[in-house]
């Protein structure tokens, strides 16, 4: 019998799992295991990898026999700043340290027989490439972010597209690599990292990494393993799953494309924001941080205006500084004239033929996918529903399928109405597929494709018609949003904006704010060498004020910032939605009723609720949401946990099948 002291380490089990579990760390690993280690446990008779939190010589208080760990494993071991920052995840956006666990670790178990794998040599043999010369706007801009980097303030870089942010970025970037530390360039989406990857490559060649949900796990095991060991400095190329990489030292942190919502997460959980991790993921470090956009987010903005950051303006395009010329058409005035043909009117159709004919490409903007968004029965009026969702069936012509966007289910399609039994089923409303069919008919002779979630499932496909198009080998590419990302194509020269208004029909506080970005960045997809680009814009509102700030080039929200104060929206609320789904509707009600109660007793908390959303039976699940407004004072973290553990335990002893989640700053 010995008289040491027992130890114990909490540790995070890579489950969804409420409250503490601490194990008795054995006497002959006791110098080892801290904070960060990782450890072989047995949890409820089964075997995990846990991490180790915290370790302590305070008898952990809970139920249950403690059990011993059973072995130390040489790796993941983790730094105190990832520890951290799992931490802040959890409480910040409402969930377990458990479940930010299985986000930083996609591949189930990271195990200590991994496979080494081989590096790549594909670089060796090439010669370096040089990054851009600077031009002198840039010089200037660099600099004074330099100055905001070294007195530790965030810097907001905003600048049109074809400013140059990406040799700024690539200066700021060498420098940090020069003083040994890491550097983190966030995008937030796959297609623009597999663009910016080749010339990033060029410039830093074994220095770059990449990581993304879209590798292989080997892929990403590797990335992971290269910066565990810190054998760097490396500059890693990432989309919002980098902030899981276990830096030990980590010198710059880049944002780009700063006000995409593709920086959320939004299932599964953690339901987290890569841009506003990363920042708290720089600040552990002490690191740099710089943030761009040609259309920042109202957020920085006012950010910036306030002082917390520091904004420096690039508005000169690196080769050239035309700005497009907007054409609005009013398509219920030109229907009234006969000027339409289907969707198209016939303006547009003559400023397509001629950017045609002039060797240059167009691009046509719908912001819905499939052939239509539904059928209907010409006649009794039937809309063919999902049978597991409340939503409407969207027509796919090109499979023959009616499908469901919510649950992917899909039935063949049939002009017979279930309904009255007659063969009155035609299609409603135009996607994307049918935006390229009617452009097909009318110009025969064009090359045309379509790029949508449809036609880009695989990674090859989607590569093949960007390069396609980049090449000059088609004429017209018909696309959704994911078109208005960063793509560079020099011959661009019309853009074409089908159903403008349907960018407006959200329940979204921000479809304002967003609509004009995605104008923005749409326009700047053209005309970036020499010539000035033209956008048309269709809609049956002519009038509406975002059309007005977009032909004026102005960005400024002033009076949106004062609605939003007023009415208590972000950023001068904090919104947490909460989602609670049931088989059982009568259970779900129940539920909900309770709910509504304990939150009107519940101090410091504005809610609205329980509504229905939009869509509110998905996969036969039946759907409530609360929205919760949270002022922006001190203790809000402390209302927050209260919520959160109230609300937990109200589920577990009232749920009756329910589930339950939290999205923090849901839009
Ligand atoms: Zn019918
Ligand atoms: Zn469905």
Redesign the pocket.
């Known amino acids: 019998m010995t008289n040491h002291k027992v130890i114990f380490a909490k540790v995070i089990l890579p489950l969804r799992f409420e409250g503490e579990v601490s194990y008795i760390v054995p006497e002959s690993i006791v110098k080892e295991v801290k904070p960060g280690s990782s450890v072989k446990v047995k949890f409820s008779g089964r075997d995990y990898i846990a991490i180790v939190e915290e370790v302590t010589s305070e008898n952990p208080n809970y139920k249950g026999r403690i059990l011993e760990i059973e072995s130390i494993i040489e790796k993941p071991l983790l730094s105190s700043q990832v520890i951290e920052l799992w931490r802040w995840i959890a409480d910040y956006y409402m969930c377990t340290t458990g479940e930010v666990y299985r986000a930083a670790f996609p591949s189930a178990s990271f195990n200590q027989t991994v496979k080494r794998v081989k590096k790549r040599t594909q670089t060796t043999e090439k010669e370096r490439e040089l990054p851009n010369e600077l031009s002198d706007k840039q010089k200037n801009a660099c600099s004074k972010i330099s100055e905001q980097l070294s007195a530790g303030v965030t810097t907001l870089l905003k600048g049109v597209t074809g400013s140059g942010k990406t040799e700024i970025y690539i200066s700021l970037a060498e420098e940090v690599l020069n003083s040994g530390r890491n550097v983190l360039y966030m995008l937030p989406e796959i297609a623009l990292s597999r663009q910016l990857s080749h010339r990033l490559e060029k410039i830093f060649r074994d220095k770059l990494l990449i990581y993304h949900s879209g590798q292989t796990a080997s892929e990403r095991r590797s990335v992971f393993e290269k910066i565990m060991e810190g054998s760097g400095p490396y500059i890693v190329l990432g989309l919002r799953s980098a902030v899981f990489l276990p830096f030990s030292s980590l010198g710059l942190v880049i944002i780009d494309e700063e006000h995409d919502s593709s920086y959320k997460q939004n299932e599964p959980s953690p339901r987290y924001n890569g841009h506003d991790t990363a920042l708290v993921l720089a600040k552990l470090f002490n690191a740099g941080v710089v943030m761009g956009s040609a259309t920042p987010s109202l957020e920085s903005l006012y950010n910036a205006l306030s002082g917390r950051y520091t904004l420096v303006e690039l508005n000169e395009k690196y080769y050239s500084d035309h700005s497009p010329r907007i054409e609005i058409i009013d398509t219920i005035r030109e229907e009234k004239r006969g000027q339409m043909e289907g969707i198209f009117s016939r303006k547009t159709i003559s400023a397509i033929e001629s950017c045609i004919s002039s060797g240059e490409q167009v691009l046509i903007f719908r912001n819905r996918r499939s052939y239509s968004p539904f059928v209907q029965?010409i006649?009794?009026g039937?809309i063919p529903m999902c049978t597991s969702c409340n939503v409407s069936v969207s027509y796919h012509k090109s499979k023959g399928l009616l499908s469901c966007h919510y649950c992917g289910q899909s039935i063949r399609f049939n002009t017979i109405?279930t309904?009255?039994g007659?063969p009155?089923l035609k299609e409603r409303g135009s996607g994307t597929e049918m935006v390229e069919e009617q452009i097909a008919k009318l110009l025969p002779k064009a090359r045309i494709a379509r790029f949508d979630a449809e036609t880009t499932q695989s990674r090859g496909e989607q590569k093949r018609i960007i390069k396609e198009f980049a090449k000059g080998e088609l004429d017209i590419l018909v696309g959704t949003q994911m078109l208005s990302k960063g793509f560079d194509f020099s011959k661009l020269n019309l853009i074409i904006i089908i159903h403008a208004d349907s960018m407006f029909s959200t329940e979204d506080f921000r479809a304002g704010e967003r609509a004009l970005q995605m104008l923005t960045q749409l326009a700047g997809r053209g005309g970036r060498r020499d010539k000035e680009a033209s956008v048309i814009i269709q809609t049956a509102q002519p009038d509406n004020n975002i059309y007005r700030m977009f032909i004026e080039g102005n960005d400024d929200f002033g009076t949106e910032l004062s609605e939003r104060k007023e009415f208590g929206y972000p950023p001068f609320v904090r919104l947490i939605k909460i989602i609670i789904k049931n088989k059982n509707i009568r259970e779900l009600h129940n539920f909900a009723a309770k709910y509504t109660d304990y939150l009107n007793t519940a101090d410091s908390i504005r809610f609205t609720g329980p509504f229905a959303p939009p869509v509110d039976i998905v996969r036969g699940e039946h759907i409530l949401n609360f929205l919760i407004k949270l002022p922006r004072t001190k203790d809000v973290r402390s209302v927050k946990r209260a919520l959160y553990d109230h609300t937990v335990k109200m589920v577990k002893n009232e749920g009756h099948g329910l589930k339950l989640w939290f999205d923090v700053d849901p839009y």
């Open positions: 029965c006649y009794c039937h109405c309904k009255c007659k009155g």
